[in-house]
Structures are given as structure tokens and as C-alpha cells.
């Protein structure tokens, strides 16, 4: 069987994101620490705004992006996942 993580609990899944909602600065936590993942952040449109190979505590700014929601893609060994991010 396939598990899937729902949007809203990325807790559960490789990866922590944080805070969100954000107003300049997101921090991004591997579960595994070894791991190296994409992070992708995309608008409403599908525009791709961000895209960066991360390790764990890594920091994304996105003091530039307007005040909205995104949509975030983290891809840890070919398991994608995505949420939403508000930026405040």
C-alpha cells in the first residue's frame, strides 16, 4: 500500500516547515538528517518563484514574495510532497 500525508500535517512526513504562516524567513527540518531535498515554491498560477536543493535546518527567504498563499513542493529521493505556505 502507498501511504500519503495530507497537506496540512507535514509533520508526519520527511520534512517539517516553519512558521506558517510566514512573513520573512522559512526554515525547513529533514526527518533524516542525511538527506538532501528540492524545495520548490510555486503561486496560484503554477509559476515556479523558488527552487533550491536544501539539507536539514536549511532557511528559505521569501521577504520578497506578496503577502498570499503558495504551494511547496519538497522532493526527498523521488518522494514528493507539498503543502501550503501563507506568507503573511
Known sequence: TVSSVSVLDT???DFNVFPNPAA????LNLKNKSNVAIFE???TQGKKLISKQIGNNEKINI????SG???YNVNTSGNVQNGKLIKK
Open 69 to 71: 498563499v503558495y504551494i
Open 11 to 13: 509533520e508526519l512526513g
Open 41 to 43: 515554491l510555486y503561486d
Open 24 to 27: 520573512d524567513i522559512v526554515n
Open 63 to 66: 521577504e520578497n514574495l506578496n
